[in-house]
């Protein structure tokens, strides 16, 4: 039985209205808009309000993505919703954005890869469409870490953003859709970055509220050298499965965590400034979000054709990984529903 073919037929995304500048974030913490900029790139971010969330953000860029596929709510057999800051414990953002939107007919759940999520993500979706079940796979990328930061703490609070990426997953022809993928997690890392409380190991109690373990924790450092390494093993690996190397890429687009480690990653792999794609300077790095909000405004901005090689790749607490190697399926999407 000939499988299949599965890929992405829209994206869409949403970010919250406020913008944080690397200038307003020096006048509360000891840092500066220069060691910000040449550490990471990032020149800004977006933060949520306390009525967003992520299932308010999830919902918004769910519907872009769908708008731009031009399917119903009511079509969506899946909703997958990456995320590591959802609303709650449980039940799951992903119901949440089901009942926000409509999608009465999908089953929904979340996937917990922290910022290799969209990556998984993406895989996962087009596994229930290769296997026939499926035709409609809805992927919501999406983290508010900015409620997880300590914002006293200079070390990570310059580094997060809040945002939503979407992509709407649908059968595709042969050659086309997601080619292959290389998925993978390495648990001895666990604590390089991570939340202590909150879950049912260490519930949040007043005495350990004062050891902050409510705030994300990250030895940034060896994140840093974990993320180079992998980042090009993982692609290197994709591409390999689908028969093509890195001169075969048209458009990177990494998971937005720092600028210098997408550049030294893209060097390694010996791709072009011009065939990466970046926006971790307006937005910081929201995570499972990037790369599906990096995708709508590389799409938005006409660097996304019918054919084109796409690689993404993701890394991040766990630790975990993920590539995913496309050949865009789709000639023109209705409405690329970049901010
Ligand atoms: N402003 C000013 N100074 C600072 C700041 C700041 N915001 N933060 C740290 N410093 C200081 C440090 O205290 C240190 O000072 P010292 O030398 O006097 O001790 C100095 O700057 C250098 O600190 P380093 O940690 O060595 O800085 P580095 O160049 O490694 O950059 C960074 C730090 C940006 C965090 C980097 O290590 C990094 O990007 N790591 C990867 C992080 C990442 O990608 N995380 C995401 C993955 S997981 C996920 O996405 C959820």
């Known amino acids: 039985m000939q499988t299949q073919n599965a890929g992405i037929i829209g994206a869409g995304m ?22 910000i900029v040449s550490r990471t790139g990032i020149r800004e971010r977006r933060i949520c309000s306390p009525e967003e969330s992520c299932s308010t953000l999830g919902a918004v860029a769910a519907r872009r993505a769908l708008e731009s596929a031009c399917v119903a709510a009511q079509e969506v057999d899946l909703i997958i919703c990456a995320t590591a800051t959802g609303d709650h414990l449980w039940p799951s953002t992903a119901c949440l954005i089901q009942q926000k939107i409509g999608a009465t007919r999908a089953a929904a759940f979340d996937l917990g890869a922290a910022c290799s999520g969209f990556a998984y993500g993406l895989e ?38 809040d945002g939503a990426g979407a992509a709407v997953l649908g059968p595709c022809g ?40 409510q705030y994300l924790m990250m030895r940034g450092a060896e994140v840093y050298r974990f993320a180079v390494r992998i980042m090009v093993e993982a692609c290197e690996t994709a591409l390999c499965r689908a028969g093509l190397t890195f001169s075969d890429v048209d458009l990177f ?15 390694r792999m010996g791709l072009p400034e011009e065939k990466v794609f970046t926006n971790v300077a307006k937005y910081g790095n929201t995570s499972a979000a990037s790369i599906p909000m990096a995708l709508t405004e590389a799409i ?3 660097r996304v054709q019918r054919g084109s090689v796409l690689v ?28």
């Open 174 to 213: 042969d050659g086309e859709g997601v080619l292959a993928s290389c998925l993978g997690a390495d648990g001895n890392g666990f604590d390089l970055i991570k939340l202590e409380l909150g879950g049912t190991k260490n519930p949040i109690t007043a005495e350990s509220l004062a050891d902050k373990g």
């Open 253 to 267: 687009i990494p998971h937005q965590a720092n600028l210098r480690i997408i550049e030294a990653a893209s060097q």
């Open 14 to 35: 949403a970010v919250p209205d406020r913008i944080l500048t690397n200038a307003a974030l020096a006048a509360t913490v000891d840092t500066s808009d220069d060691w």
């Open 300 to 302: 938005a901005a006409g």
């Open 124 to 161: 996962t979706g087009c596994g229930f469409i290769r296997s026939g079940g499926m035709k409609r796979v809805l992927v919501v990328g999406v983290d508010t870490l900015s409620k997880q930061v300590d914002w006293t703490d200079r070390s990570t609070c310059v580094l997060f953003g």
């Open 312 to 339: 993404f790749v993701g890394f991040g607490a766990g630790l975990t990984w993920g590539a995913n190697v496309i050949r865009w399926s789709q000639d023109e999407l209705s409405s690329p529903a970049a901010p």
